[in-house]
T-cell receptor, first 114, second 109 residues
Framework: EPEVTQTPSHQVTQMGQEVILRCVPISNHLYFYWYRQILGQKVEFLVSFYNNEISEKSEIFDDQFSVERPDGSNFTLKIRSTKLEDSAMYFC????????????FGSGTRLTVV | RKEVEQDPGPFNVPEGATVAFNCTYSNSASQSFFWYRQDCRKEPKLLMSVYSSGNEDGRFTAQLNRASQYISLLIRDSKLSDSATYLCVVNVAWGKLQFGAGTQVVVTP
């Protein structure tokens, strides 16, 4: 079964450092997303991306965050200057298009900011 | 009012029993609805989409009531492997999912 792949599975970084989280969506999917889940809390939408541009973003997705699809397969989330409160599990997701198809999530990157 | 609200549980269910729980959502313009399952510290996995006509997938039955803005999930003949957190998920705009905090189900032998 096709899957969304995320690397690394766990990233520890010092406060103020830049991190890049990587995702390889399912190959025939057209829409890509980042969500995050702070430990013990619900999953929260960050950003959606289609046709090489951001479709929608949440209030969480401020100027410290950016996304990119640098080539035909990777989809990255960059946090420019990490804060302690950025510590969370970050999930990438992709979908073909029709929302009723449901979304396939990657296994996540656990980001720990120290 | 929370955007997507769920009873956190836990629902302690004997193996073989039936368990059901609901979720309410606040955005009447929501377009599609899902139940996801999340195991501890893992990614959400799609369990089923939810339709107004109701739909069934094996031991799982989901129902949507748009007028009252709630979604339900029923699990029949519970298995130990059904122990997980069940996430009610609402698609409020293209690509933007709102998640409930989850309902924990614990199936006991």
């Amino acid at each position: 079964e096709p899957e969304v792949t995320q690397t690394p599975s766990h990233q520890v970084t010092q406060m103020g450092q830049e991190v890049i989280l990587r995702c390889v969506p399912i190959s025939n999917h057209l829409y890509f997303y980042w969500y995050r889940q702070i430990l013990g809390q619900k999953v929260e939408f960050l950003v959606s991306f289609y046709n090489n541009e951001i479709s929608e973003k949440s209030e969480i997705f401020d100027d410290q965050f950016s996304v990119e699809r640098p080539d035909g397969s990777n989809f990255t989330l960059k946090i420019r200057s990490t804060k302690l409160e950025d510590s969370a599990m970050y999930f990438c997701a992709s979908t073909k298009g029709d929302p009723s198809d449901g979304y396939t999530f990657g296994s996540g990157t656990r980001l720990t900011v120290v | 009012r929370k955007e997507v609200e769920q009873d956190p549980g836990p629902f302690n269910v004997p193996e073989g029993a039936t368990v059901a729980f609901n979720c309410t959502y606040s955005n009447s313009a929501s377009q599609s609805f899902f139940w996801y399952r999340q195991d501890c510290r893992k990614e959400p996995k799609l369990l089923m989409s939810v339709y107004s006509s109701g739909n069934e997938d094996g031991r799982f039955t989901a129902q949507l009531n748009r007028a009252s803005q709630y979604i339900s999930l029923l699990i029949r003949d519970s298995k130990l492997s059904d122990s997980a957190t069940y996430l009610c998920v609402v698609n409020v705009a293209w690509g933007k999912l709102q998640f409930g905090a989850g309902t924990q189900v614990v199936v006991t032998p």
